[in-house]
T-cell receptor, first 113, second 115 residues
Framework: DAKTTQPDSMESTEGETVHLPCSHA???????IYWYRQVPLQGPEYVTH???QNTTNSMAFLAIASDRKSSTLILPHVSLRDAAVYHC??????????????FGKGTLLTVTP | EAAVTQSPRSKVAVTGGKVTLSCHQT?????MYWYRQDTGHGLRLIHY???????EKGDIPDGYKASRPSQENFSLILELASLSQTAVYFC??????????????FGAGTRLSVL
């Protein structure tokens, strides 16, 4: 039970801005939203995370809905190197001072020249 | 640069044999994790540890044991390997609690084939 729902795949063209949606309708108040991406034959790579406010870094912009039931990872001006599986994950409290990140299948982003 | 190193990178094992996958991190992180990934699926948490000499069960611990002899090292042990354990295994480390402190840093993975 990944607790998040993402489309299986999305397609884009180089230079476009891509919006990757994620639904987390049962999110709890203290659960952070994390995004990772994974290319073939490598481990996942951290992209960004947030709790309530929108966040931005050199890789992406994370837009979080006001009710926190959904979020969108925005990738500006994608290149071929951005082609990957993008995972939207919740940081779930698992007792004591422990937290878990449970990965789903993610969204396969294809980028064409 | 954070670093998580897994060994071996690939392994072929026989059914019923013992397999040990090793992970070493130089991040000075308290948390370490073992995930498995099957083709076309997401990562599933097997075991994790938040301190040396202690391990916790993840979501799919059956058939696996874990060992954390030091902060830097975390091993995954398959005492009796089975065909169903053919997968890619990822080790990761993270800091403790707080905003952003649970960012996971992953190794490159170990591709295990059980025949």
């Amino acid at each position: 039970d990944a607790k998040t729902t993402q489309p299986d795949s999305m397609e884009s063209t180089e230079g476009e801005t891509v919006h990757l949606p994620c639904s987390h309708a049962t999110i709890s108040g203290n659960e952070y939203i994390y995004w990772y991406r994974q290319v073939p034959l490598q481990g996942p790579e951290y992209v960004t995370h947030g709790l309530q406010q929108n966040t931005t870094n050199s890789m992406a912009f994370l837009a979080i809905a006001s009710d926190r039931k959904s979020s969108t990872l925005i990738l500006p001006h994608v290149s071929l190197r951005d082609a990957a599986v993008y995972h939207c994950i919740l940081r779930v409290y698992s007792g004591g001072s422990n937290y878990k990140l449970t990965f789903g299948k993610g969204t396969l982003l294809t980028v064409t020249p | 640069e954070a670093a998580v190193t897994q060994s071996p990178r690939s392994k072929v094992a026989v059914t019923g044999g013992k397999v040990t996958l090793s992970c070493h991190q130089t991040n000075n992180h308290d948390y370490m994790y073992w995930y498995r990934q099957d083709t076309g699926h997401g990562l599933r948490l097997i075991h994790y540890s938040y301190v040396a000499d202690s391990t916790e069960k993840g979501d799919i611990p059956d058939g696996y044991k874990a060992s954390r002899p030091s902060q830097e090292n975390f091993s995954l042990i398959l005492e009796l390997a089975s065909l169903s354990q053919t997968a890619v295994y990822f080790c990761a480390s993270s800091g403790t609690g707080g905003s952003g402190q649970n960012t996971l840093y992953f190794g490159a993975g170990t591709r295990l084939s059980v025949l």
